[in-house]
């Protein structure tokens, strides 16, 4: 089975069987066609090894200086790719933030992905101490985050508590391939809308985009 379809069987498959490393592995496989899962998973592996502490911070600090935010070449689908992103040091908020959940996952620091509007953070699971991984590293408190919003997530869009509510592993990986869609359908790139059609197709969450999927799949045949 190709990697779409093993990440197709993943997503569908019961809840215990959702790993996010793998997951995003096989997504950038989908589309590179080159499946580096155990090079992820030893990259992953590593970065837990350098931290100094179980909590949020550790993990950010292992990050800091290895990791940061492509924001000159924002748009570069190899932002999108975790193997990529572990391998040039260079991700959007949301490679980003897969990274230290999964590092945090390794050293026993549960921490959850945060979906704020057009940005990405993470937060401890058990306390409110948000991070981000795309601006250095930044921690905040919840006054902080709130006091920070309009500088993070930009003016246009108000606070709203809600934005703050932790986001499970299907919506991350929805939100991964949301940010590929507009790139690879924009650009009519054959290969990667079948890719698009498999993965997006396993999820009963996106039902509604059947149509859509299955016209993806007849302009790559």
């Keep these: 089975m190709d990697p779409a379809g093993r990440f197709a069987a993943m997503v569908s498959g019961p809840p215990g ?16 066609g080159r499946d580096r ?46 193997d990529e992103v572990l391998e040039r040091g260079l991700g959007l908020p949301i490679t980003l933030g897969v990274v230290a959940i999964e590092v945090g996952r390794r050293v026993d620091a549960p921490i959850v992905g945060i979906g704020l509007p057009g940005h990405f ?19 905040y408190d919840r006054d902080g ?34 940010n590929l869609r507009a790139l690879y359908v924009r650009n009519g790139d054959t290969k990667a809308m079948y890719a698009l059609a498999v993965m997006r197709g396993a999820f009963a969450e996106l039902a509604h985009e059947s149509a859509d999927h299955a016209r993806w799949v007849r302009h790559w045949n």
């Design 17 to 32: 069987a959702l790993e996010l490393d793998r997951a995003c592995a096989l997504l950038a496989a989908a589309f590179t």
């Design 145 to 178: 985050i709130v006091a920070a919003w309009d500088r993070i997530v930009g003016p246009a869009q108000p606070f709203d508590p809600l934005h703050l509510a932790p986001v499970d592993h299907r919506t991350i990986l929805v939100r991964m391939l949301n």
């Design 37 to 82: 899962t155990e090079q992820v998973l030893a990259s992953l592996d590593a970065l837990a090894d350098r931290c100094a502490e179980a909590s949020l911070r550790g993990v950010l600090a292992a990050l800091r200086g290895r990791l940061r935010g492509n924001d000159g070449d924002y748009y570069d689908p190899r932002n999108s790719f975790l």
């Design 121 to 139: 953070v993470v937060r401890e699971a058990l306390h409110e101490v948000y991070g981000d991984p795309f601006h250095d590293g930044a921690v």
